[in-house]
């Protein structure tokens, strides 16, 4: 499995930015996506996750309310809506599945089998 991550960039605080993540397939019908970003300095960390069968999804604390979580109809695609951003969202962001997952490791990195290449997202005045 391959995931493709595209958005991404510079944007002030308070403004808006979407991230998409392309699977080039699914490996079975037990299965999550998720983001997850790193800033300079720390570790990597959990920011959304949607899991398949049901379509459940997951946020951190810190993105709750303003990072939506979704899937396009296909459901090979996750996209990240990232609203109302803070200079603390800047990271390099990092698209992730896993073909078979329990609830209680969707927030784990190390749950996750297959990554994108990681994007980006700079918060700053």
């Known amino acids: 499995v391959q995931l493709q991550a595209s958005g991404g960039g510079s944007v002030q605080p308070g403004g808006s930015l979407r991230l998409s993540c392309a699977a080039s397939?699914?490996?079975?019908?037990?299965?999550?996506m998720a983001w997850f970003r790193q800033a300079p300095g720390k570790e990597r960390e959990f920011v959304a996750a949607?899991?398949?069968?049901?379509?459940?999804?997951y946020y951190a604390d810190s993105v709750k309310g303003r990072f939506p979580i979704s899937t396009d109809n296909n459901k090979n695609t996750v996209n990240l809506q990232m609203n109302s951003l803070r200079p603390e969202d800047t990271a390099v962001y990092y698209c992730a599945l896993a073909p078979r997952i329990i609830l209680s490791s969707v927030r784990v990195p190390s749950a996750y089998a297959y990554w994108g290449q990681g994007t980006l997202i700079t918060v700053s005045s």
């Open positions: 397939r699914r490996s079975s019908s037990r299965y999550a």
């Open positions: 949607i899991r398949w069968p049901g379509g459940g999804t």
